[in-house]
Every structure is written in C-alpha cells, then in structure tokens.
C-alpha cells in the first residue's frame, strides 16, 4: 500500500526529503542520513493545508535550534507537502527522524481506524490520519504532547529549507513566506520581520 507522508518542516524541501530516501546530509546540518530501504523517489507530491498548527520548540542535535512540530488540536492552517510514498518508505523515514536506523516496519492498522497512533514516547512517535488523497490515506507524525514542548526559534539553515520548500510546493511569494513563519508559535524572539525577509529572499538572490 501507498500512503501520502505530510511534512511541514524541513520536508517541505523535496531535497531534504530526499535525504530520507536515498541518504546523504542536507545542507546546514550535521548529520547524514543513511536513507531507505528503497531509494526509490515519491511517486507525487502534492501541495496541502492541515487543520491545526505548526510550531517551532525543542532544541535539535541535528540542526540547533528548534524544530517544526504538529499540534492538530489547535485551530489554525499548517502548509504541508505530501509525498505518495511506500509504507515501508514511510516507516523508514519516521524511524530516521527518531535516530534510529531504517528497517522496521510499521502497524499502522491503529492510526488507519482511530486515526491517531502512539508507536513511542518520541518527539515524532505520534502518528496522525490527516486525510485522504486519491484513494491513499494522508499520514504525518509528531510530539504526543504538543503542550509539554517548551517554544524554541529554529536556526537560520532550519528555516531555510522550510522557506524553499513553501516557495516550491505553493509557489508563495517571499512575503507570504515570511509571514506566515512570523506568525508560527516559537519563530519569536530569534526571529523578527526584518531577519526573517532578509532569510527568506537569500535563496532567490543566489
């Protein structure tokens, strides 16, 4: 079976992403990825909005700084990039984000039929049914508990490939882009107007 894996952090950049499936470290941070079981790139992708909120806390080994969790109890709009993907490429990109090594399935008969799964007590352990596209379920993961992550602002680099990822998955301008991370919960105080307009046009001015 094919599932649609929504991403909205770092994964909205497809090369990011494909760090996940073929390996290698993406730019800015200090890990290498080995990659899943198959390499094999999604077969789609698809641009999407998710009922709930995105925000920013933790403090990533990867990158420094905080990172993008999901919070679907919350009323808000989160930009996400679905990628049409194997379970078994699914499983193996959840067990990356957990530091773990690819190999492992996942049951997802749980999440499938009550549409929310805690696999692990893990940042990214918690997986949601978000919807269903063409037929596929619409799957992401998270922090069991949102509200126990303390608010933390990302690192330059963190927020770059979220910036790139918005401008290819749904084509917003770099103004859009920049407003719409100001108004994510921990984006603030590292981050204001200014600095992150300046962030954000970099990959255009390159």
Do not use: K
């Not at 999604?42 to 933790?58: C, K, S, V």
């Not at 993008?68 to 984000?97: I, K, M, N, S, W």
């Not at 990822?165 to 991370?181: F, K, N, P, V």
């Amino acid at each position: 079976m094919h599932v649609w894996y929504a991403s909205y952090g770092s994964n909205l950049s497809s090369d990011r992403f494909q760090c996940y499936l073929s390996g290698g470290r993406p730019e800015g941070a200090s890990r290498t990825y080995p990659g899943a079981r198959s390499q094999n790139p999604p077969e789609d992708d698809r641009a999407l909005t998710l009922p709930g909120e995105m925000f920013f806390a933790w403090e990533s080994p990867t990158w420094g700084g905080g990172i993008a969790f999901y919070d679907a109890a919350v009323a808000g709009a989160t930009l996400a990039r679905a990628y049409l993907v194997t379970e078994q490429q699914f499983a193996d990109v959840a067990a990356q984000e957990m530091h773990r090594p690819p190999g492992a399935d996942l049951d997802l008969s749980q999440v499938l039929e009550h549409s929310r799964d805690e696999v692990g007590p893990g940042r990214y352990e918690t997986l949601h049914l978000v919807g269903e596209l063409e037929g596929a379920p619409v799957l992401t993961f998270t922090t069991p508990d949102p509200a126990g992550l303390q608010h933390n602002s990302p690192a330059p680099a963190y927020l770059r490939m979220i910036a790139e990822g918005l401008r290819e998955a749904h084509e917003l301008s770099d103004e859009d882009i920049a407003a719409y991370l100001l108004a994510r919960p921990g984006t603030q105080p590292g981050w204001d107007a200014t600095a992150l307009a300046d962030l954000v046009s970099e990959p255009a001015r390159q």
